[in-house]
């Protein structure tokens, strides 16, 4: 396989990608532990930063200077105000929705391990509307990028009622996350049945399996999918699936060694680096040690959206 540097050398644009979603405004806490029901722990606070899954997988290509179209609706109110202020620096197209309230925020704290712990307050983004999406040609996409948090109730359907405009060869890239355990077997089923690549964490994958690993959790999603799965499994790295004739078999990418400071957005950066490279012609194998150094670069710094460049992307090695 080639070098980490050598892929980001080849990371040139061949597919066309859409990302759907949110853009969240983060207030990041740190805590040595997390608190326990009825305790008075100490907190420091550290910054307030437009975030959420969609977000982050768009700083990633952004960062790489690679080209993509997004649809991150835009509320009213102090928060949408942050994200609106944030687009506009990035020269990324602002979507205001009106009346439909503000954009959601999020707390973000961090434990003195890096494990982080999220409690979402709502906005527009939870709730879309079909007809928003009509300034899109969906079916014009190679890749779609869609986080479990659009994915639930009824915004889920107005999801699933987009992407059924697609392409019949563009691969949905799903990364349900923590709200998978919210979402229910048949809105997932939905979601493969249109054909999705999931990208997923460890925990999260056993748990959608009933497996106990990060290999078996892998196997058990492509074959439901019949695409490939990449399944992140924290220091020890990421699986992926590849075919072959004898069926789907899981194959280990080793991780990058760094200072851990926190996970906020680590996992969304590593779906962000596999779009990246799939969208430039990588091989799966290519995309996850891509993937794998995006996250750790993402891990060693604090908050979200702290995707690395092609120049400090290529100064990490295994």
């Known amino acids: 396989m080639r070098t980490l540097q050598e892929l980001v050398q080849a990371l040139c644009p061949q597919k066309k990608v859409f990302i759907l979603g949110s853009a969240f405004v983060d207030m990041i806490l740190s805590v040595h532990e997390m608190p326990h029901a009825g305790a008075d722990v100490e907190g420091k606070f550290k910054k307030t930063v437009v975030g959420g899954c969609s977000f982050n997988v768009a700083d990633v290509l952004w960062k790489l200077d690679l080209p993509f179209d997004s649809y991150m609706p835009v509320g009213e109110g102090q928060f949408a105000d942050l994200v609106e202020q944030t687009l506009n620096r990035r020269n990324l197209p602002v979507y205001r929705e009106r009346g439909a309230g503000d954009t959601g925020w999020c707390l973000s704290i961090a434990d003195h391990t890096g494990e982080r712990t999220f409690i979402s307050m709502f906005g527009l983004e939870r709730q879309m509307k079909a007809q928003w999406f009509d300034r899109f040609d969906i079916s014009g996409y190679d890749f779609i990028y869609v986080s479990g948090y659009q994915a639930e109730g009824e915004n889920g359907e107005v999801i699933l009622s987009v992407l059924k405009r697609k392409a019949d060869h563009a691969l949905i890239v799903f990364d349900p996350g923590p709200r998978v355990t919210e979402m229910g077997e048949e809105r997932l089923k939905a979601f493969e049945s249109l054909g ?107 908050g979200a959206a702290t995707a690395p460049t092609r120049t400090e992307l290529q100064q990490y090695s295994l």
């Open 196 to 302: 999705c690549l999931y990208t997923v964490n460890c925990s999260e994958a056993m748990w959608m399996t009933d497996t106990h690993n990060a290999g078996d959790a892998a196997v058990a999603l492509s074959e439901r999918t019949g695409n490939p799965t990449v399944v992140t499994d924290g220091g020890n790295g990421a699986v992926y699936t590849e075919k072959k004739p004898s069926g789907w078999v899981a194959k280990r990418v080793a991780g990058f060694k760094i200072d851990l400071v926190d996970t906020i957005g680590s996992g969304d950066a590593h779906t962000g680096g596999i779009i990246a490279s799939l969208m430039c012609g990588l091989t799966m194998a290519e995309a996850t040690l891509v993937a794998n150094a995006v996250a750790a670069h993402v891990t060693a710094h604090e």
